[in-house]
């Protein structure tokens, strides 16, 4: 809605910036791809590939709208040899996405990610960049109190031996979880560990995992990520019970969490997905990305604040005179970068400071035949209350926007 998207374009404007910064490159990769593509990236048994794809059958063709940006990605870096073009490669992509889900508070079924993509490399250091830059984005977003969670899954023969861990903790005691965890004990029991069931959850932090699942060169991994995000004093926690629910992660996971979305308390997520570029066709290199969702954001901004609406100055002008006036004064501010507004109504004052109240003004800029003829206006502060007169050359530059 209206109101949201002054918070919307600010985000936007924000993460292009600080991208760039970082020497992110832009990406646009389609909405709609082969579904098959889906299916083999994130996995056959996850979540999304069994329930939540939009599907469109087109003759022998099956498409999906895309569930999450990573794949489609991959595959344009294939497709295009960016490998032999660019080599390393760092990309961030802004766009909706689409899971066909119960809508919930937190959950849509067409949101929007800002994510990114690093292709090319292996190094613990790429880790230690994302989740700055992550850790980054949300500061220049205003947004604060979230916590980082981060593990490692390892390596492939790494999760192979969780997997074999978590069976033999959990085959005496599947009468204690679940009905979907059941499931996932014979699909993919690494989805145990992101069940939100309370009795599941009481069930999984009765394990004891603590890294004994990692190869010694996946445990070093994850030991120079975690001297990099102490090197950078990035505040985070590490939790042996995260994991993500696509099957191409590996090594390193993290999530960003906050308490005041309740259930759905993730804001963002990501982590490496070294063999993902290989399975699809590609070279073997690294790769490791996250995303954020936008829905989410704006959700949590209005918590926070209360409010979205912008800094805007309300002019109220009372009498004919007034209003030519008036249009002159809102064309100068407007021309001054000013965001602007005024009263097309012909309200009284009461009923136009209470319509400058609900559009969210800052300030409110009252003028009428006595203002005129004194060559000043009343400027009032609606956060303050404050209220003072002052000359109207001296308006522009006497406003402070918020």
């Known amino acids: 809605m209206p109101e949201e998207l002054n918070f919307w374009q600010k985000i936007e404007e924000i993460s292009r910036r600080t991208f760039s910064i970082y020497n992110y490159q832009e990406i646009r990769a389609p909405i709609i791809e082969e579904a098959g593509l889906f299916n083999r990236s994130l996995g056959e048994f996850t979540e999304i590939v069994q329930k939540q794809m939009f599907l469109i059958q087109n003759k022998e063709d099956l498409y999906a709208l895309r569930p999450e940006g990573t794949a489609g990605v991959v595959r344009a870096y294939i497709e295009n040899s960016l490998d032999k073009k660019m080599g390393f490669s760092k990309f961030y992509y802004i766009g909706p996405m689409f899971r066909l889900e119960r809508p919930q508070k937190g959950r849509l079924r067409q949101f929007h990610h800002i994510g990114s993509e690093v292709i090319g490399s292996c190094e613990p250091c790429v880790d230690v960049e994302l989740i700055s830059l992550a850790d980054n984005l949300l500061k220049s977003f205003s ?15 790494d999760k192979l031996e969780l997997i074999k861990m978590l ?18 004990f014979k699909n993919n029991i690494l989805r145990i560990l992101d069940c939100k069931n ?25 030991a120079s990520v975690k001297h990099g995000l102490n090197a950078l004093k990035i505040d985070y926690e590490v939790s042996q019970y995260l994991v993500r629910g696509l099957d191409y992660y590996t090594r ?18 990501g982590g490496r997905y070294d063999n993902l570029v290989k ?18 954001l704006l959700l949590l901004h209005r918590l926070e604040s209360g409010a979205l609406g912008p800094g805007l100055v309300y002019l109220i002008s009372l009498g004919d005179e007034a209003k030519k006036f008036g249009m002159q004064l809102l064309d100068k501010l407007r021309k001054a970068g000013i965001g602007s507004d005024t009263d097309y109504e012909n309200k009284t004052l009461k009923g136009a400071m209470r319509q400058a109240n609900d559009r969210g003004a800052r300030f409110v800029v009252i003028i009428g035949d006595n203002e005129l003829k004194k060559n000043i206006v009343i400027l009032k502060d609606m956060a303050s209350g404050e209220q003072k007169e002052i000359k109207q050359e001296e308006l522009i530059s006497g406003l402070s926007i918020g």
Do not use: W
Request: a negative charge; proline letters at 1%; charged letters at 25%.
């Open 143 to 157: 947004i604060s109190d979230y916590k980082i969670l981060v593990n490692s899954l390892g390596c492939v023969n």
């Open 198 to 222: 309370e009795s599941c959850q009481k069930v999984i932090h009765t394990l004891n995992l603590h890294e004994k699942y990692l190869c010694s060169e996946c445990r070093a991994h994850f």
């Open 252 to 269: 390193t996971v993290f999530e960003i969490k906050h308490d005041k979305l309740g259930a759905q308390d993730a804001i963002g997520a």
């Open 279 to 296: 399975q699809l066709g590609g070279p073997d290199v690294g790769a490791m990305g996250f995303a954020f969702g936008i829905e989410r």
């Open 167 to 184: 069976q033999e903790a959990l085959k005496d005691k599947l009468e204690m979880l679940c009905e979907d965890c059941n499931v996932r």
